[in-house]
């Protein structure tokens, strides 16, 4: 039944929709097999998204829509430049701060790489940087956000592989840095290169406290949201909550850049891309089901062969296959697909699933700004305006650096076993 697995790829390449492709091909197969099974088809959809740790996803897509038009991106750009604006490629810089901020509180690629880009590039266009660099800084930078908490994207991974998801969410946050970290050593050594250097002075001590009490507010959030979970004083799904009490008192009382009229858009929003995710996972619940019944993890278990008893060489051969799926699937959709089938290989080796979950969430991430997908590309090089082949020179290097850190996560477990080790524990 593997070959299955490989007509769900033929109609994914043949512009079927994944959700719809996912049902199919479940379906297809019990009819092949045992058609009786057919009676527990909806049964097993509705149990895949009767779960409250899905809650969360509505409320932080709710919480990243009320942040991106309530001014806090706004205020953490200002910061960012405060810091690092004046250092060379200081306003590339500032683009890959404000993302790995904004990231933790939207949790979402393409809404930094919206709302950054919206203010950044013709920020640094009028600067002098080249628009090629300006475009492909901002969407590589906005890859952070799915890592560092909170992440929708670890949030469905934790529901299907049955993991904590407050264990994920810390886990993500030294990767997600590393990532930012990376983009910006790459940044000052263009910046250098071709002097890309801004007017600004460098801040003193007092230029940064003033910067920080703008954008204080919007900095407490996620230590809100990691310090609660943390704790326990509350759950993964209980912080999209406190997420949203926190941006509708930011973004209308504090910032005042929200209005009442403001929030039926935001809802609408938030509803639609609600529903296409909760329409994915029931079809992907279904799949799942259909891979465990028909015991279709062991038979690529077998297929591995020795490849599946080596850690090093079994990760390293998901990485490739992650990083290929990744060019032609979107984030949610492959972790739908890739988690029910690389998961129980990855146990079976004895690799942590926490580890493979960030493993998975990174390559993946470096998929939405890979072509030809790449949908942070497209959503940047349309405010760019230019195409996305022109953005090449600059991207690979970048995607380079993404890679090296993919490496170093994949390799070195502790760096991102430790945090939770120590929290955890």
């Known amino acids: 039944m593997i070959w299955l697995v490989v007509f769900l790829f033929i109609l994914i390449l ?153 264990d994920l969410f810390i886990a993500g946050v030294i990767p997600g840095v590393l990532m930012g970290l990376g983009l910006m050593i790459y940044s000052f050594l263009v910046g250098k290169k071709n002097n890309y250097r801004s007017s600004e002075q460098i801040a003193t001590f007092k230029d940064i406290i003033v910067g920080l009490k703008d954008a204080i507010l919007a900095l407490i959030m996620p230590i809100i949201i990691i310090g609660g979970i943390v704790s326990g004083i509350f759950t993964a799904t209980e912080s999209g909550v406190i997420a949203v009490v926190y941006a509708i008192i930011i973004g209308m009382f504090v910032y005042k850049e929200i209005k009442i009229k403001d929030l039926w858009p935001i809802l609408l929003n938030t509803a639609k891309t609600t529903a296409t995710i909760i329409f994915l996972i029931g079809n992907a619940s279904l799949f799942i089901w259909f891979l465990s019944y028909n015991q279709i993890p062991n038979q690529i278990i077998d297929m591995m062969g020795s490849v599946a008893d080596n850690p090093i060489l079994l990760l390293l051969v998901i990485n490739g296959i992650l990083l290929i799926a990744g060019t032609f699937i979107d984030t949610i959709s492959a972790v739908s697909i890739f988690t029910p089938l690389f998961l129980p290989v990855v146990l079976a080796a004895g690799i942590d699933p926490i580890h493979f979950g960030i493993i998975l969430a990174v390559n993946l991430t470096i998929g939405m700004v890979t072509p030809p997908l790449g949908v942070c590309l497209f959503v940047t090089s349309s405010i760019a305006e230019i195409s996305v082949p022109k953005m090449f020179k600059y991207l690979i290097p970048q995607i380079v650096v993404l890679l090296v850190v993919l490496l170093v996560i994949t390799y070195i477990p502790d760096i991102v076993m430790f945090p939770v080790e120590l929290f955890v524990e």
Request: no cysteine; net charge positive; glycine share 12%.
């Open 14 to 166: 043949m512009g079927i929709p994944i959700a719809f492709g996912l049902g199919f091909v479940s379906i297809f197969g019990i009819i092949l097999t045992e058609p009786d099974l057919l009676v527990n088809v909806p049964r097993r959809i509705f149990s895949g998204i009767n779960n409250f740790t899905l809650v969360a996803v509505p409320l932080f897509i709710l919480a990243g829509e009320i942040m991106t038009k309530g001014g806090i991106s706004k205020r953490l750009i200002d910061f960012s430049k405060t810091i690092v604006g004046p250092l060379p490629g200081g306003l590339a810089m500032v683009v890959i701060l404000a993302s790995m901020f904004f990231s933790a509180l939207t949790g979402t690629a393409i809404a930094a790489a919206a709302a950054i880009g919206g203010m950044m590039i013709p920020a640094m266009n009028k600067e002098g940087y080249d628009t090629r660099f300006s475009a492909s800084i901002v969407a590589t930078s906005s890859t952070i956000g799915p890592i560092i908490p909170p992440s929708i994207v670890l949030i469905l991974y934790g529901v299907i592989a049955s993991v904590s998801i407050g």
